[in-house]
Nanobody, 120 residues
Framework: QVQLVESGGGLVQAGGSLRLSCAVS????????MGWFRQAPGKEREFVAGGRETYADSVKGRFTISRDNAKNTVYLQMNSLKPEDTAVYYC??????????????????WGQGTQVTVSS
């Protein structure tokens, strides 16, 4: 059973930074494509980052996705945070595709989510 556990969320002021981590267990980490999504209250879940360097336009230049295969962990470094970045952030794992998956249906496994709140 593949399990994903996010950590690193919290409360930060606008302009600040956070680094989210997602530890993967129960599967072969290098076999998975990884992505980050977020869901704000009253909104649908949206793609944030995936693959080596695919980003939503809203976070491009501010967020960086990376992975450490030795630690079975994927990260999301978030800089210059804005109040509109407030959401529950989820990491996801799925089979590799020719193009980076940007839809929820492109991923098979999900973490429980971690809250990120950016105050103005």
């Amino acid at each position: 059973q593949v399990q994903l556990v996010e950590s690193g969320g919290g409360l930060v002021q606008a302009g600040g930074s956070l680094r989210l981590s997602c530890a993967v267990s129960g599967g072969t980490f290098t076999h998975y494509a990884m992505g980050w999504f977020r869901q704000a209250p009253g909104k649908e879940r949206e793609f944030v980052a995936g693959g080596r360097e695919t980003y939503a336009d809203s976070v491009k230049g501010r967020f960086t996705i990376s992975r450490d295969n030795a630690k079975n962990t994927v990260y999301l470094q978030m800089n210059s945070l804005k109040p509109e970045d407030t959401a529950v952030y989820y990491c996801a794992a799925g089979r590799p595709r020719v193009r980076v998956g940007v839809r929820s249906n492109d991923y098979d496994y999900w973490g429980q989510g971690t809250q990120v709140t950016v105050s103005s």
